[in-house]
């Protein structure tokens, strides 16, 4: 079993979420208003990204999200001029509530999209997963301030810094993430896609322990997409968050 860094392992050490007032550490978003949107963007009432209350969640009697990343192939890294975006290929599964997704690609969010206890994190990394019946089921990350990301830094070798640009990656940049378990420790609740048209139905699993990432990879991520790239935060209504 190999221990990664992108998602699911254990930190070697716990970052404070009030590490440092610079601009990527834990706070508010300065963009997210901006963002712009269509349709059930508009009218959906079971919309995302939310604020995740902590002390406002039920009980979540699921066993849990099985992990089958055996093989996971990276095709392209992609600046579509909002979000790096990472297409994968391969056997790269999760199964979670009797049903099987695949993973589809990474997208990577500065700040975080969800926030925790109304804070936001300097970077959210979220696996997108589909099943056999076009079911959405993302899986999401957030990321601290801490070491050095060692995926991260095989994508960034390269990360194509202006929109609209594609680029090979090497087969083995997602090597890290590669790995078979089952994890239980995560908020669950029902959502959207977060850009438009905002579908809804996705069931997202925001993981509660994050990844760490260097000041360094921060900024050239940064530099790459410009400027704050989350959606604002939408009303929770009568959605119940598990965990």
């Known amino acids: 079993?190999?221990?990664?860094?992108?998602?699911?392992?254990?930190?070697?050490?716990?970052?404070?979420?009030?590490?440092?007032?610079?601009?990527?550490?834990?706070?508010?978003?300065?963009?997210?208003d901006k963002y712009s949107v269509k349709t059930l963007c508009d009218s959906?009432?079971?919309?995302?990204?939310?604020n995740i209350d902590s002390k406002?969640?039920?009980?979540?009697?699921s066993i849990g999200i099985k992990f089958n990343y055996d093989l996971t192939l990276p095709e392209t890294i992609t600046n579509t001029g909002h979000l790096i975006q990472v297409n994968t290929r391969g056997w790269a599964k999760i199964n979670v509530e009797g049903v099987e997704f695949a993973l589809k690609r990474l997208d990577f969010h500065i700040p975080s999209e969800h926030t925790i206890d109304g804070k936001h994190y300097p970077m959210?990394?979220?696996?997108?997963?589909?099943?056999?019946?076009?079911?959405?089921?993302?899986?999401?990350?957030?990321?601290?301030?801490?070491?050095?990301?060692?995926?991260?830094?095989?994508?960034?070798?390269?990360?194509?810094?202006?929109?609209?640009?594609?680029?090979?990656?090497?087969?083995?940049?997602?090597?890290n993430i590669?790995?078979?378990k089952k994890y239980g420790n995560y908020y669950r609740y029902n959502g959207s896609t977060t850009a438009?048209?905002?579908?809804?139905?996705?069931?997202?699993?925001?993981?509660?322990?994050p990844m760490s990432f260097s000041k360094e990879?921060?900024?050239?991520?940064?530099?790459?997409?410009?400027?704050?790239?989350?959606r604002k935060i939408q009303d929770l209504n009568a959605r119940i968050i598990l965990q």
Request: proline share 4%; net charge positive; hydrophobic share 40%.
């Open 217 to 230: 990879q921060y900024e050239k991520l940064k530099s790459a997409v410009k400027e704050d790239n989350n």
């Open 124 to 175: 959210e990394v979220q696996f997108v997963h589909k099943s056999a019946d076009n079911q959405l089921a993302v899986v999401s990350r957030m990321a601290v301030p801490g070491r050095p990301d060692r995926t991260l830094r095989k994508l960034l070798e390269n990360l194509p810094m202006q929109a609209g640009q594609t680029k090979k990656l090497a087969s083995n940049a997602l090597k």
């Open 56 to 61: 406002k969640t039920s009980a979540n009697k």
């Open 178 to 180: 590669e790995m078979k």
């Open 44 to 50: 959906g009432k079971n919309q995302s990204p939310v």
């Open 1 to 32: 079993m190999r221990y990664i860094t992108l998602i699911f392992g254990v930190l070697a050490i716990i970052i404070s979420h009030t590490a440092s007032a610079a601009d990527w550490t834990l706070g508010k978003s300065k963009n997210a």
């Open 196 to 209: 438009s048209p905002c579908e809804e139905g996705v069931r997202w699993y925001i993981l509660k322990t």
